[in-house]
């Protein structure tokens, strides 16, 4: 190629435009990314506890990528909704759509959730084909993570699905001991909602319950889609159990916290697991039907803990609602994925999935919740059960679960 004179010049000039403009270009072109997706239950039963999930988890990703990204990185957060109006709560076949869909695109490098754990067992065996890691914050159900199920739930072997609260395995027992050796309760119904959680739940309660020496008078299911639970709640009130025991999560729950209070002596105790740590059972349920209900949570209550006083007013003033004990799992499952993509880069090799799942499977993290590490199979290491009592207190308002859901401490382990 022959350059004229006149080429030339505009060569240079041209050289002169370009070495403005390609130092913004080049700024783009350095900028690395990865994606994370979040599959929570946007829609139905139990949406207003997860956006305040959601919330939790994206203040860690936001926190994160304002101090420069995780390792340099920027995480580009995709959110996905696995309830649909159809289910009125979790949908397990939609979850299955969102967990394909995270596996197809090559950029996600990690998820948190789900929320409910119908889904997480829906997703995780097609997470595992695609070595995937995601972590949940609030799913309790044992079977997932259990490897006697491995080969159903995580056909390609390594651990994918791991957790930021512990199992129904440590959840329903500990809340039997509580009933048996501090409410004194000597007979029990059980309930549950069907799922795949509730069913779980009101299994590990009920057989914890039996060793305890807890009579079990009968058990029972609800179907989360009739409005009616009446005929069950008379034959309860027949057998006149000292207490009632339900496992399952809102969609069923609102219904029957309502209409206990209508059917059932108010003597009675009441309890059941996190799916009614929720904000529903102030907002959805309310007071007089809610008053006295004991319910369990898969974490520390560290909403209470000094340490977690900042990051309440972070989150307060970003989102205008205040978070509970699952946004601050969320939180904390979401710090450990801007670890791990940290701990990969600087590695200097490729941030990808697998390399972000062995990471995660490492994690030795001081956070909110304490200690975070994972065993071989996903699960916490940590397995603290934590108890509270809805009880009305109108010094604040009537939906603060702070103020309206007592904690009464730790359950009394196994």
């Known amino acids: 190629m022959i350059i004229t004179r006149r080429f030339a010049g505009q060569l240079l000039a041209g050289v002169a435009v370009t070495a403005t403009l390609g130092r913004f ?11 994370v997706a979040l599959d929570l239950s946007l829609t139905g039963a139990d949406a207003e506890g997860a956006k305040r999930v959601e919330y939790g988890a994206l203040l860690a990703f936001d926190e994160a990528n304002a101090a420069g990204g995780a390792g340099g990185y920027k995480i580009n957060v ?29 950029s996600v490098v ?4 789900p929320q409910m754990s119908g889904a997480g067992k829906a997703m995780s065996p097609i997470l595992s084909m695609a070595d995937l890691a995601t ?16 080969a159903q739930y995580r056909p390609a072997g390594k651990a994918v699905y791991f957790r930021t609260v512990t199992t129904d395995a ?16 000597k007979s029990i119904f059980v309930l549950d909602d069907s799922g795949a ?22 058990r029972d299911r609800l179907d989360p889609k ?9 034959k309860v009130k027949s057998l006149n159990p000292d207490g009632l025991y339900y496992g399952g999560v809102l969609q069923a729950g609102v219904k029957l916290l309502k209409q206990a209070y209508d059917i059932l002596p108010a003597t009675m105790v009441k309890g059941g697991g996190d799916g009614l740590y929720g904000p529903e059972i102030l907002t959805a349920v309310g007071f007089p039907a809610a008053e006295g209900w004991y319910c369990s949570n898969a974490s520390p209550h560290s909403m209470v803990d000094p340490k ?5 007013k972070r989150y307060t003033a970003k989102f205008n609602v205040q978070p509970d004990d699952y946004a601050i799992t969320a939180y904390v499952g979401a710090q450990v994925i801007v670890d791990a993509i940290k701990r990969v880069a600087a590695t200097g090799k490729p941030v990808t999935r697998s390399a972000v799942r062995d990471a995660i499977q490492g994690t030795k993290l001081d956070s909110l919740i304490g200690s975070v590490e994972f065993d071989a199979n996903g699960d916490l290491v940590s397995k603290v059960v934590s108890i509270f009592q809805v009880k009305k207190d109108v010094a604040f308002p009537l939906e603060d679960m702070s103020a309206q859901l007592k904690y009464i401490g730790i359950a009394p382990a196994t």
């Open 25 to 35: 270009d080049l700024a783009l072109a350095a900028e690395k990314a990865v994606t």
């Open 78 to 106: 995709v959110p996905m909704d696995d309830g649909s109006a159809t289910a009125g709560q979790y949908d397990p076949a939609q979850a299955a759509t969102n967990a394909r869909k995270m596996a197809s695109d090559k």
């Open 110 to 113: 990690a998820a948190l959730g």
């Open 135 to 150: 972590i949940t914050p609030s799913s309790t159900n044992p079977d997932i993570t259990d490897p006697k199920f491995a």
């Open 170 to 185: 440590y959840q329903g027992p500990n809340m039997a001991n509580y009933f048996a050796d501090v409410l004194k309760t």
């Open 197 to 218: 959680y509730g069913v779980g739940l009101a299994d590990a309660f009920q057989g914890q319950a039996e060793k305890k020496g807890i009579k079990v008078l009968g």
């Open 226 to 234: 009739a409005a009616d639970y009446s005929a069950i709640l008379t």
């Open 308 to 312: 977690s006083q900042d990051f309440i």
